[in-house]
């Protein structure tokens, strides 16, 4: 692993080297910012994704929290699969003014997110995923067709290959030539996997194929990493999909995948205990919510939801909503206590850091706004529904009082990254019985232990 990790280092080096006479061009102008990005930077990497150099241009500076001195463009690497439309941010720097760096902070594990059409994302993605005009355009096709010639001459080998082994095998065990079939049939299959040419025979690939031909599942709260796992053929890798319980459950997740290290690593880990915090007069979280159409699925994990439009703002930085899910129990606990269910509220702001509301539900009456979620739950796993004429509206989510604690932690499923603002509302909600019996079906149990708190502060409304 040490080459690879030394190329990327040398990589992002010379990207960052590149960037300090960039050509940049807006991608977009809104009230207060500037998003620009470097053409001259796009380019393919190893794994045929599309690699770009990016930034937003503020008006006014912003307070960094960490070296408590203000900067006024953030400049990020990042990485785009044009296929499926996902995005991750590779490395971060910050910028006092034009050519004055702050700080810089490489990614340890970046973050798959999907692009959504019509937001900010989505202008990015569009322009570095655009076809390169004139002859670069024509070279590329031609490059894309002569590897599509090359694969199906190895697969017509492999056939013949694999056809010639199983007339020689048929004819050792049947003496009657008439017995031999002029095709393989059912029972000529058996010895497949005894020869190695089977692997790359046309069942794999076409089974490969069917699920290209599905709609990307985009888990928003799992960050990607199933999303990759889900488009893959599951016999053709080694790894296990983590899970909630057994020999896939929480205290296996470090060992399952290496970007998975830091669920077993990790000093700021979520969820934990809230207790002993400091009782603070907190600045109140600034909820824009609004009624929006919604997309839910079940991802094999916990029924989530994607909403557009509404934001957070704490501390001068905004935050937006870009879906919710639910715990059964509570993942996290309150000087000990443990809820019947929790909402966990994703939001994104647009430098790619992450904050997460946490509203507690308890047993009581039955809540409107899960109830629509229960009535256009999808009768099949990773697909999604859309009502077409329906809104909700996030903000009935939300207690009426909006008191808070907030810690660091970290994302509660994997990669488990770090670096996670989480604010868990003091006031629960109520969920019916009958609206917990039905999610209770679905999932017993889909939480992860609690992790140790590492003498970590914690902040509470008073």
Not at 89 to 118: A, N, Q
Not at 131 to 150: I, Y
Not at 233 to 258: D, F, S, T
Not at 353 to 370: D, Q, S, Y
Request: hydrophobic content about 35%; proline content about 9%.
């Amino acid at each position: 692993m040490f080459p690879v990790r030394r190329l990327m280092a040398v990589g992002l080096m010379a990207l960052t080297s590149v960037s300090a006479s960039a050509a940049w061009q807006a991608v977009s102008s809104e009230p207060g910012k500037r998003i620009e990005i470097d053409r001259a930077s796009v380019r393919k990497d190893d794994s045929g994704k599309t690699v770009a150099l990016g930034r937003i241009v503020l008006e006014k500076p912003i307070v960094d929290a960490k070296t408590s001195s203000p900067y006024r463009i953030v400049q990020a690497l990042n990485r785009y699969d044009c296929t499926v439309r996902t995005f991750s941010t590779l490395k971060r720097s910050y910028f006092k003014e034009e050519g004055e760096l702050l700080r810089e902070e490489d990614i340890r594990t970046p973050i798959e997110m999907p692009v959504r059409t019509g937001m900010l994302d989505d202008k990015l993605l569009r322009n570095v995923c655009r076809p390169k005009p004139g002859q670069d355009a024509t070279l590329a096709a031609s490059h894309t067709a002569d590897k599509v010639n090359d694969a199906a001459g190895e697969l017509r080998k492999a056939n013949e290959a694999l056809i010639q082994k199983e007339l020689k095998h048929a004819s050792m065990q049947t003496p009657a030539p008439e017995k031999t079939p002029p095709e393989p049939k059912a029972k000529t299959n058996a010895p497949v996997e005894q020869h190695p040419a089977a692997k790359e025979a046309p069942p794999p690939v076409t089974t490969h194929a069917v699920k290209k031909s599905r709609p990307p599942v985009r888990s928003f709260a799992r960050h990607m990493p199933e999303v990759e796992e889900a488009h893959a053929p599951v016999a053709a890798h080694g790894h296990a999909h983590w899970g909630y319980e057994g020999e896939n459950g929480p205290e296996q997740w470090g060992r399952m995948k290496p970007e998975y290290a830091t669920c077993l690593n990790g000093k700021r880990q979520s969820p934990i205990d809230i207790r002993d915090g400091f009782r603070v007069d907190l600045e109140p979280i600034q909820f824009t919510y609004r009624p929006s159409q919604f997309r839910i699925i079940d991802n094999g994990h916990t029924i989530q939801v994607a909403v557009s439009g509404n934001r957070i703002s704490l501390l001068g930085n905004s935050y937006e909503l870009v879906q919710f899910h639910f715990h059964r129990p509570s993942e996290e606990r309150v000087n000990g206590r443990t809820f019947d269910m929790v909402a966990h509220l994703v939001h994104k702001a647009e430098d790619g850091r992450l904050a997460v509301v946490a509203v507690l539900l308890e047993k009581g009456n039955e809540h409107p706004l899960i109830q629509t979620l229960w009535n256009n739950l999808p009768l099949e796993k990773n697909d999604y529904v859309t009502p077409p004429d329906l809104v909700i509206d996030p903000t009935q989510l939300l207690p009426q009082e909006r008191g808070y604690y907030t810690y660091m932690g970290s994302l509660t499923t994997p990669p488990c990254t770090e670096g996670v603002l989480w604010l868990v509302m003091k006031q629960p909600q109520q969920i019916s019985p009958e609206q917990l019996s039905i999610f209770s079906r679905l999932y017993r149990d889909n939480v992860r232990p609690i992790q140790p708190q590492f003498s970590r502060m914690i902040k509470e409304s008073r």
